[in-house]
Nanobody, 125 residues
């Protein structure tokens, strides 16, 4: 079982930066690919970024590529999402998610076994 808790959300101005954190408890964090998703009211939860467990390769949605950076710190069981040059379109609840152990990254939300409760990010213009 894995428990995920996101933090770091809040209000930001267009063009500024935020850093989200996701602290994981449970077993084998280092063996799990991790992802970030986001959701706005009335819309499907969408993929934002993912990081592999083996080689820490990273993957991004086109809408955030070049602005967001996902990273992990296995010693702290934590995954991060550095959000730079944020835009009003980035306003959403951001969720952290964990894949089953020893599987690579994935883009689909149904491919993730564990989810946090989310953290709100609001970007003002």
């Amino acid at each position: 079982q894995v428990s995920l808790v996101e933090s770091g959300g809040g209000l930001a101005q267009t063009g500024s930066s935020l850093k989200l954190s996701c602290a994981a408890s449970g077993t084998r964090f280092k063996d799990r690919a991790m992802g970030w998703f986001r959701q706005t009211p009335g819309k499907e939860r969408e993929f934002v970024a993912a990081i592999n467990w083996r080689d820490e390769a990273t993957y991004y949605a086109e809408s955030v590529k070049g602005r967001f950076t996902i990273s992990r710190e296995n010693a702290k069981n934590t995954v991060y999402l550095q959000m730079d040059s944020v835009e009003p379109e980035d306003t959403a609840v951001y969720y952290c998610a964990a894949r089953p152990v020893l599987l690579g990254w994935a883009r689909g939300k149904s491919d993730y076994s564990y989810w946090g409760r989310g953290t709100q990010v609001t970007v003002s213009s």
